[in-house]
């Protein structure tokens, strides 16, 4: 049998080179992508940080007391824990099932503040005034959860509990200051909460994802 014999391979010229080198480099400069953990730790931190500024100007200019921290502590300890299990469960990979138990943590929790408000007090200032505060210090934490679904797959469970998790600054702010009845938690308080997961929920699907990671 005669020896089969292979032309030598053609050395890549010079153009494919300098393209190879571009692409690597190119690479090379992408910002490393940061992980879940990351984002669930900068998600809850804007969160419990602007609900515990809130707190401090309340406590200056005393509008509560450390006495109506010491009455609400069982729910702020719900509402804190539901916020940081819902954030958790929204942004890490997979977890449908942890999603479902969060998004039900959430519905309990609600149920939770309105049936232990009681009669409450009769407030000097409007009813509404509840929801506008809340939905302006859900701004902040509704803005960095947009941001970290954006480098994700798009998922609309996953972005309806990023938007609940960050409503959960208003809800535990309305435990600081605000004494009115359970039906006014249910109407002026609830409202906000479900407000901003709904903000989340269709801003986040208008934008374009800077990943598909799961």
Request: some cysteine.
């Amino acid at each position: 049998m005669s020896d089969v014999t292979f032309p030598a391979p053609k050395p890549p010229t010079s153009d494919a080179l300098a393209k190879a080198r571009a692409a690597m480099m190119a690479e090379a400069t992408l910002p490393k992508r940061a992980s879940w953990k990351a984002s669930v730790l900068k998600a809850s931190g804007t969160v419990l940080g602007l609900a515990t500024a809130v707190a401090g100007v309340l406590l200056a200019v005393g509008a509560c007391t450390l006495d109506m921290f010491s009455a609400r502590a069982v729910t702020l300890a719900a509402l804190v824990t539901v916020g940081l299990v819902t954030m958790w469960a929204s942004l890490r990979p997979q977890g449908h099932v942890a999603r479902l138990v969060s998004l039900g943590l959430v519905v309990l929790s609600a149920a939770f503040i309105v049936l232990v408000r009681g009669a409450g007090a009769p407030s000097p200032q409007p009813e509404w005034v509840c929801t506008v505060s809340h939905l302006a210090v859900g701004i902040a934490p509704a803005a960095v959860v947009i941001m970290l679904l954006r480098g994700m797959a798009p998922n609309r469970l996953r972005s309806v509990l990023a938007g609940l998790a960050a409503g959960t600054t208003g809800a535990i702010v309305g435990e600081f200051g605000c004494g009115q009845s359970a039906g006014h938690v249910a109407l002026f308080h609830l409202s906000a909460w479900v407000a901003v997961a709904l903000v989340v929920t269709v801003i986040s699907s208008k934008l374009t994802p800077r990943s598909y990671a799961p």
